[in-house]
């Protein structure tokens, strides 16, 4: 079952235009789906995969994430040996900080030369809400030659997150990759995760380095698509890019359809978290709750529809909520009432308060806030 | 409490024969309760709440599943690299190895086992029991009253006191009488099964008891008489909260619907006293847009397509579309089919409710159970009524 490939989560410069909701925290560590954090979802699909070794590449703002993966417990992850690895940015001085990947991935090289027995390194994001199986994408990389496979989505529907474009010919085969700013009328865009040997993505960090080039997706992947066999592996499964606030909303709303939720929960294995040994969701007498997604640890006396109510949420008698999103130990005191609106953790809506943000424009309460 | 004062030997041995289909694989601590629990969760969350932090826990009877859920005792805080939890189950020496005869024998058997910790006090517990106490309440009265063994009693309705092990104490708190299921009570103090004895005490009294032929080597039965005749100090300890010995059926659902109280007897949401399990990490759960759920404890995982009322669903229950439960417990995993109805019901893991099927009912005095695993299918019915 073991894969004889690495995984890596980069959070170095992430796209994030999230606002307040990652005013603290680093975009890997926004909770998302009632009971989640986005790094969750690549997480579990790696350790899910057979991937037995995964390094997280942090960069600002990580003490939540320290604080969510801890020894990888939660995951599996706390192996002797293997398991997980969390990598600040190791710098020589402050202006280090502020260069590309690549000069990271040449800091933690480390991390991939005493990997011995995995040939193959899997480079990912953190923001894109899905559940793949990383195993399929190795044979499919395999099996086509590949130098780069780039898990890809195609969709009519675009989302509202930000990410790559790329265009595949009839072979399968990149042909054009282009950052979010670009024109490219394509429906398939980069997950943003790129498998190749070890042994040329070492060779494409020295090299890119050495030139001035300090990418690794505009670099050394984008820039090489002429020279290099870069291929599109075409993700089937549900996908939630998520790096705004219109995506966070959307995405999340998504998980009310039961199909999704299956699909994004389930298949092909479970996604984990950190537990927090919450007790059973209390519905009181007065509860009256349709089309939501609940989380453990939640007292529901009031109203709820069409809403995500993440652990501990608290929702007095006479509240109503609707189209909202909750986050951790959230209160809507008595008689109180919410419309649109996503309330970051601890929020407390006080009894007879009444918030209704726009459909299109969420209205969102930051962390700790008494409204 | 300062290390290796005291550690907790938990009995987790027990049969639970009278709970029928659901212990037949399964050791009665490893009941699953409450939504999310297992019944040894209690005890175990008590112990490490109470700042005992090493447990010896003795396993007997069907211990797979057990033995499984508790592993090296992470999700209790009770995998330390001293102490910590040991699962102790009975075992073979140089001159053989017998089962264990009875509890008292179950504690004698791991003399051995105290004596590498060397404690003060031994504090003998249930895992059959749910409550939540403060065991280190218990061990300063104790110590206060410079007793041999302390035990922890509740107040009964008097028509249930010859169900249980009942003590007369005086104006003191002493025991000056104990008799186990007496048929006419004199007190209605009953033990709860939780002793906290000092260990020189109760080391010498299990050796003799062990060297008494015609002894039933049992707490109850044999130790605490012995030590009341003999006019060791042994004092009683009142404790006010909730308990419940889930020995049936009937006792475990009713446990289970203690739990749906707009202001339930039993707090599962203490954040100061937390009931800590194995968690098993499911989505949130999701609940349709024409589902009705009202008076319930639903856990994670769960999909709810129809109507809930008064029960406890466990992680992963499916209940279909125009689903109609209600006063039920629908145990971890079972699915109830569209439009089938269950009321009055303990549904076991895994089931499987088909569906239009109707499982118990509103007039029943008796809870109907489905057994884990089993598939109850209207085809299945259909055959049934024709052997008839």
Known sequence: ?371 | MRRNECIAMLLAGGEGRRLGVLTKDLAKPAVHFGGKYRIIDFTLSNCIHSGIETVGVLTQYQPLVLNQYLGIGSPWGLDRREGGMHVLPPYVRSKGGTWYKGTANAIYQNIGFIERYDPEHVLIISGDHIYKMNYDLLLEAHKEKRADATIAVITVPWADASRFGILSVDEDSRVVEFAEKPKKPNSNLASMGVYMFSWPVLREALIRDEADKSSSNDFGKDIIPTLLKEQARLFSYRFNGYWKDVGTIESLWQANMDLLDDEPALHLDDRSWRIFSVNPNRPAQYVAPHAKISSSIVNEGCLVDGEVNRSVLFQGVMAAEGSIIEDSVIMPGAAIGRGARVIRAIVGEGAVVGDGCVVGSIDSEEIAVVGSGETISLKAEMQEVEQV
């Open chain 1, 1 to 371: 079952m073991k894969l004889p490939m690495l995984g890596v989560i980069n959070l170095i410069h992430e796209a994030d235009e999230m606002g307040q909701l990652t005013a603290n925290r680093c975009l890997a560590t926004v909770p998302f789906g009632g009971r989640y954090r986005l790094i969750d979802f690549t997480l579990s699909s790696m350790v899910n995969s057979g991937i037995p070794k995964v390094a997280v590449f942090a960069h600002t703002k990580f003490r939540s994430l320290m604080d969510h993966v801890g020894t990888g417990t939660y995951w599996d992850l706390h192996r002797r040996g293997n398991g997980l690895f969390v990598l600040p940015p190791s710098m020589e001085d402050q202006t280090d900080f502020g260069k590309g990947d690549l000069y990271h991935f040449y800091r933690h090289r480390d991390y991939f030369t005493r990997s011995s027995p995995q040939e193959y390194v899997v480079i990912s994001r953190s923001h894109m809400v899905c559940n793949v199986d990383f195993a399929k994408v190795l044979d499919d990389h395999l099996e086509r030659g590949a130098d780069i496979t780039v898990v890809c989505k195609k969709s009519d529907e675009p989302s509202p997150g930000l990410a790559r474009k790329v265009l595949v010919n009839g072979a399968g085969r990149i042909t054009e990759m282009q950052d979010h700013y670009g024109r490219l009328n394509s429906d398939i865009i980069s997950m943003e995760m790129y498998v190749l040997s070890k042994e040329l993505l070492l060779d494409l960090v020295e090299t890119s380095l050495a030139r001035g080039q300090d990418h690794f997706v505009r670099h050394a992947v984008g820039s090489m698509l002429g020279h290099l066999k870069v291929n599109a592996y075409l993700h089937e499964g549900t996908l939630g890019v998520v790096n705004n606030i219109a995506a966070y909303y959307r995405h999340s709303m998504q998980l009310l359809q039961p199909d999704i939720w299956r699909d994004l929960f389930f298949n092909p294995g479970p996604i984990y978290t950190k537990i927090k040994d919450e007790p059973p969701t209390r519905y009181n007498s007065s509860a009256d709750v349709t089309h939501s997604l609940i989380a453990n640890g939640c007292d529901i006396e009031g109203a709820v529809h069409n809403s995500i109510l993440f652990r501990g949420v608290k929702v007095r008698k006479g509240a109503i909520v609707r189209n909202s999103i909750i986050m951790q130990n959230g209160v809507v005191g008595e008689n109180g009432s919410l419309e649109n609106c996503i309330l970051d953790k601890e929020v407390e809506i006080r009894p007879l308060q009444h918030l209704r943000g726009a459909e299109n424009l969420p209205f969102l309460a930051i962390k700790r806030k008494v409204i």
